[in-house]
């Protein structure tokens, strides 16, 4: 089945960010996304891509239309068995946006190679989790190809999730920490196990920035129906949080049309910040020392006005 990018942008040109969910089998990943999905204020939609049942938290869902669950905050639920193109299509149809989009993959698939869905129309790549758990990670009996295939798996995390750790020794979980550490140097990790982690960790699940930036700021490249303008706007720091909203309240008369995404790192008297905008949603938020690096322009990309 060939997919076509649809004609027209959905949403007023407006884009939705899109969170990857991998890991191999029985690593904890809709276990994980039903968490994220209880602390979330704002809808999400999840897509499945799986063929089966969609296993999401019977707390959650306010009705069951085949493969579709409506979510009690009014998001959406389906198993993708079409493919991608068809799970997109059924949010795009949507009058109004979903603020997120998190896909779960399934056990044995490779979040490199689905990435590029992550710039369809009308949706951004936001970033890729993949949920590890402690006693895979540490299994040196692991068949080589499933070794390989779940290492290939870690090496495109832009966050790592590691769980299990609640019912494992310290001494094994300092051994999985390590070899995370080498096979993805400078990924931040969070610990996944139950009781073990801190209230909202997982909101980071919705916040990454752009897959594996090195440089926060990066930005995908337009899709073959975009008619987005990219702009740089110098910010001249350190700014506290009245100076950076002051900037972003000024940009849609700056850049003279709709700002579909901005993102910079600026310096403020407490620390270096990423400053994330998506459509009317702003987010500031601190960078890890991990994440630190040298301030950036304001990256811009806007819908030109046609009046």
Not at 145 to 164: G, N, S, Y
Not at 181 to 194: R, W, Y
Not at 224 to 245: N, S, V
């Given at each position: 089945?060939?997919?076509?990018?649809?004609?027209?942008?959905?949403?007023?040109?407006?884009?939705?960010?899109?969170?990857?969910?991998?890991?191999?089998?029985?690593?904890?990943?809709?276990?994980?996304?039903?968490?994220?999905?209880?602390?979330?204020?704002?809808?999400?939609?999840?897509?499945?891509n799986d063929?089966?049942?969609?296993?999401?938290?019977?707390?959650?869902?306010?009705?069951?239309?085949?493969?579709?669950?409506?979510?009690?905050?009014?998001?959406?639920?389906?198993?993708?068995?079409?493919?991608?193109?068809?799970?997109?299509?059924?949010?795009?149809?949507?009058?109004?946006?979903?603020?997120?989009?998190?896909?779960?993959l399934s056990?044995?698939?490779?979040?490199?190679?689905?990435?590029?869905?992550?710039?369809?129309?009308?949706?951004?790549?936001?970033?890729?989790?993949?949920?590890?758990?402690?006693?895979?990670?540490v299994d040196?009996?692991?068949?080589?190809?499933?070794?390989?295939?779940?290492?290939?798996?870690?090496?495109?995390?832009?966050?790592?999730?590691?769980?299990?750790?609640?019912?494992?020794?310290?001494?094994?979980?300092?051994?999985?920490?390590?070899?995370?550490?080498?096979?993805?140097?400078?990924?931040?990790?969070?610990?996944?196990?139950?009781?073990?982690?801190?209230?909202?960790?997982?909101?980071?699940?919705?916040?990454?920035?752009?897959?594996?930036?090195?440089?926060?700021?990066?930005?995908?490249?337009?899709?073959?129906?975009?008619?987005?303008?990219?702009?740089?706007?110098?910010?001249?720091?350190?700014?506290?949080?009245?100076?950076?909203?002051?900037?972003?309240?000024?940009?849609?008369?700056?850049?003279?049309?709709?700002?579909?995404?901005?993102?910079?790192?600026?310096?403020?008297?407490?620390?270096?910040?990423?400053?994330?905008?998506?459509?009317?949603?702003?987010?500031?938020?601190?960078?890890?020392?991990?994440?630190?690096?040298?301030?950036?322009?304001?990256?811009?990309?806007?819908?030109?006005?046609?009046?």
């Amino acid at each position: 089945m060939t997919y076509q990018e649809p004609e027209f942008l959905p949403w007023d040109g407006r884009r939705v960010p899109i969170t990857f969910v991998g890991g191999y089998l029985g690593a904890g990943k809709t276990t994980a996304i039903n968490e994220v999905l209880a602390e979330a204020d704002r809808p999400i939609a999840v897509i499945v891509n799986d063929v089966g049942a969609i296993n999401i938290d019977a707390k959650l869902i306010k009705k069951r239309n085949g493969d579709t669950l409506e979510l009690t905050d009014g998001c959406v639920c389906c198993t993708s068995i079409d493919g991608f193109g068809a799970a997109f299509d059924q949010i795009r149809a949507r009058s109004e946006p979903p603020a997120h989009v998190i896909v779960e993959l399934s056990g044995v698939a490779e979040p490199a190679n689905i990435v590029p869905w992550g710039s369809s129309a009308g949706f951004l790549l936001d970033g890729v989790v993949v949920v590890a758990a402690v006693d895979q990670v540490v299994d040196d009996e692991m068949p080589e190809w499933i070794r390989a295939h779940l290492d290939r798996q870690l090496t495109a995390a832009d966050l790592i999730v590691l769980t299990k750790t609640d019912i494992s020794y310290p001494a094994v979980i300092e051994i999985a920490r390590n070899r995370l550490a080498s096979l993805a140097p400078g990924v931040p990790m969070i610990d996944g196990g139950f009781g073990q982690r801190e209230p909202g960790s997982l909101g980071r699940f919705l916040s990454l920035g752009g897959h594996q930036a090195g440089d926060a700021t990066r930005v995908p490249g337009p899709t073959l129906f975009d008619f987005h303008q990219t702009d740089t706007i110098p910010i001249d720091g350190p700014l506290d949080r009245a100076g950076i909203d002051a900037v972003l309240d000024a940009l849609p008369r700056h850049i003279g049309g709709h700002i579909a995404r901005a993102k910079g790192v600026v310096d403020t008297p407490d620390g270096q910040v990423l400053i994330q905008v998506v459509g009317q949603r702003r987010e500031i938020t601190s960078l890890l020392p991990s994440e630190l690096q040298e301030p950036t322009d304001l990256v811009v990309i806007s819908i030109p006005s046609t009046g």
